[in-house]
């Protein structure tokens, strides 16, 4: 398929929908606990028009050269996996809706795909926001989140928790999201830490395991609620559940699912430490703790690989790193570092060097600054 032309056109929706990072709360989104992420200034760009006919879409990417036509009266899910998010968020739309018709949509990205900053959340919220502007159709912010964390589940086949759809929509420039996953209440947290800064290193190792394994992780958790319900009836997620209940049923469970259910109740707990020390400005006990967390992710949850954790290793020698983790997912992906300014140029030169030398692979660097939400760029 060919890009398709704007030029000229009235009428046209333009919709920034951003990326995201977390400060920490990695895999507690579906087990009911608290997360602290926000938008990042990576994001994806769409333009959207209404084409005048009743069931004929098309949607084109610039950064894949390729597009593909869909007909409303029969939405399925594709072979290529890009398609599915914005196939899965019509698919959810129309259940809600038939006040949908014929568009286009075009699409750049500047948000790297598999690194985890969740280049697929940005998708489908970015596309569920456009189609709201451009059909008028009504949708709270929290709707298009949910709608499109549902698309995911149900098109792509990832049973993710809230985090990511809820920070690309919700965020505030200058703050991070404490968001408690069980309730959906949220408290915006003004992240100031001049003189540090974000730096995700990204060790471009694509997550293709990520899919399976982070359903695999997901299943884990389900199973240890289930013993702990035996004699807890009250419990209903991890959430619910204290250290030293979880010790109780120790004898019970497989080993690994002890070490899921351990890692996420002391997540748990990290993050509310993590947000007072935010609040305080104590970047050291922030920095400590997301240490501790990359800890939990690879030791007992499993998910890290060797690139992510020979990076945090390699941050840990310099003290102008005051923590790092990886982040998102896992089995590839970034690693967020908070880093003082002065170090960036420096750091990152000595970090690609030893990475490439290791690995033979590139590491790709970038800075990430708290920013809004998905919002429309034009009236
Ligand atoms: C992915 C999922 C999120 C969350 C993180 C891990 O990004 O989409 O819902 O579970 O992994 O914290």
Request: glycine residues 6%; negative net charge.
């Amino acid at each position: 398929m060919k890009e398709i032309d704007f030029i000229g056109s009235e009428n046209v929706v333009i919709i920034e929908s951003p990326g995201r990072i977390n400060i920490i709360g990695e895999h507690t989104d579906y087990n009911n606990g608290f997360v602290l992420p926000t938008a990042i200034d990576k994001k994806i760009r769409f333009k959207f028009k209404k084409n005048d006919s009743l069931n004929n879409c098309s949607v084109y990417s610039k950064n894949f050269e390729a597009g593909f036509a869909i007909n409303l009266a029969h939405i399925e899910p594709s072979e290529n996996q890009w398609e599915n998010y914005i196939l899965g968020v019509l698919h959810e739309i129309q259940k809600l809706t038939d006040r949908v018709r014929g568009f286009d949509c075009v699409l750049k990205s500047d948000i790297p795909i598999g690194s985890g900053i969740s280049s697929s959340a940005a998708l489908e919220c970015g596309v569920a926001f456009g189609l709201n502007e451009l059909f008028e159709l009504g949708f709270s912010k929290k709707t298009i989140v949910e709608l499109s964390q549902r698309a995911e589940h149900n098109f792509v086949g990832t049973k993710c928790g809230i985090m990511d759809q809820f920070a690309s929509v919700m965020s505030k420039k200058g703050h991070v999201i404490l968001l408690d996953c069980r309730s959906l209440e949220y408290e915006y947290v003004p992240i100031k830490i001049e003189p540090y800064k974000i730096l995700l290193l990204n060790t471009n190792v694509t997550h293709s395991l990520a899919s399976s394994e982070y359903n695999n992780r997901r299943k884990e958790c389900e199973t240890g609620i289930a013993i702990i319900k035996q004699k807890y009836t009250e419990v209903n997620s991890l959430r619910d559940v204290s250290e030293g209940m979880l010790k109780e049923f120790q004898a019970f469970m497989p080993p690994k699912v002890f070490d899921r259910c351990t890692y996420v109740i002391e997540e748990k707990t990290r993050v509310l430490k993590a947000v007072e020390a935010l609040k305080n400005n104590q970047l050291n006990v922030l920095g400590d703790l997301m240490y501790e967390t990359h800890n939990g992710l690879r030791d007992l949850y499993e998910v890290s690989c060797p690139e992510l954790d020979f990076l945090v290793d390699f941050s840990k020698k310099y003290k102008e790193i005051i923590g790092a983790r990886m982040m998102g997912g896992g089995f590839g992906g970034c690693t967020i570092n908070i880093i003082h300014s002065e170090n960036v140029e420096s750091f990152t030169l000595d970090v690609s060097k030893a990475y490439f030398d290791k690995f033979s692979k590139n590491l790709t660097t970038f800075e990430a600054m708290p920013s809004e939400g998905t919002k429309r760029i034009n009236n």
